[in-house]
Structures are given as structure tokens and as C-alpha cells.
């Protein structure tokens, strides 16, 4: 039986690949050529500025700024739970089968969220009544719901 002959494109292929493999190589060396073995630590480090960015010199110990572990925020911003001061408002809207509706506070006109869950007492529409807030994750939330009238 003859041996199989090898075709142009096959011999094609194998000088591209042989190509490729001594290109590899010659680009290692090169990299090695080039590669500054010994450098100081001081060469190695990178520092970041004030504003975040990374560059070669140490930054301005006068420019430094101590931030307290409490001012840092983890997460959005409308969470909290920050309880304001007592209000007092109108309840313009209650659903009692679904168990929400909104306060509108009578100083500032602003509408504030009530769930169930924050009621003292039991509400309806147009009741008056003392309500503390708090962020909640849509914004303002009312806790601690009391009828006055």
C-alpha cells in the first residue's frame, strides 16, 4: 500500500503552524530579554490619590482624610431606619384588606407611606393622628401610627 501523499494545503498549514511556534518562542525571549530581574519593592508598588486613582508617587499625608467607620453607607441610601420626630397628619387613604394606605402630614403637606405592621391603633380614612417616620426602602415610612381625634 503507498503512503498517503500530503497535499499543498496540508504542508501550507504546517509552515504556518511552525511559523506561529517560532514567533511564540522568539517573543519569550524577548520578554525575557527585556524583563528587569531585581527591582525594588519601592519600583513595584503603586499608590492611589485622593481621587481614586493610581499613580506612582505616594500621596500627601496633608491631604489625608479619616473617615469614620458609622458614615459609611452599605447599601441604598433610602435604607436606614432613621426615626425623625413625631408628626401629626390625616390619613387620606387606608385599604384595610391589603393593609396600607398614606398619611398626609399636616405640617409639611408631604404624603407618607403606613403599613399594617407600624399601626398602634387601628385607622381609617380621615382620621387624625401622631405618627413617627423613618427611611424606608421607597423612601418615608410611618411607624408607631396613634389616632388623636
Known amino acids: 500500500m503507498a503512503r498517503p501523499q500530503e497535499t499543498f494545503n496540508k504542508k501550507e498549514l504546517e509552515k504556518k503552524r511552525a511559523q506561529k511556534k517560532k514567533e511564540k518562542e ?10 528587569k530581574s531585581g527591582q525594588s519593592l519601592d519600583d513595584m508598588l503603586a499608590y492611589v490619590d485622593e481621587n481614586g486613582n ?23 441610601r433610602n435604607e436606614g431606619g432613621a426615626v425623625i420626630t413625631v408628626h401629626k397628619g390625616r390619613v387620606s387613604f387606608f385599604d384595610t384588606s391589603k393593609g396600607f394606605g398614606f398619611i398626609i402630614d399636616s405640617d409639611s403637606g ?24 423613618e427611611r424606608g426602602p421607597k423612601g418615608l415610612q410611618a411607624r408607631d401610627v396613634k389616632i388623636i381625634k
Do not use: M, W
Open 26 to 35: 522568539q517573543r519569550k525571549q524577548d520578554r525575557k530579554a527585556s524583563a
Open 54 to 76: 493610581l499613580s506612582a508617587t505616594p500621596p500627601d499625608p496633608l491631604k489625608k482624610k479619616n473617615i469614620s467607620v458609622s458614615e459609611i453607607v452599605t447599601g441604598s
Open 110 to 133: 408631604e404624603r407618607v407611606f403606613v403599613h399594617v405592621n407600624g399601626l398602634k391603633t387601628v385607622i381609617k380614612e380621615n382620621d387624625i393622628v401622631s405618627f413617627e417616620t
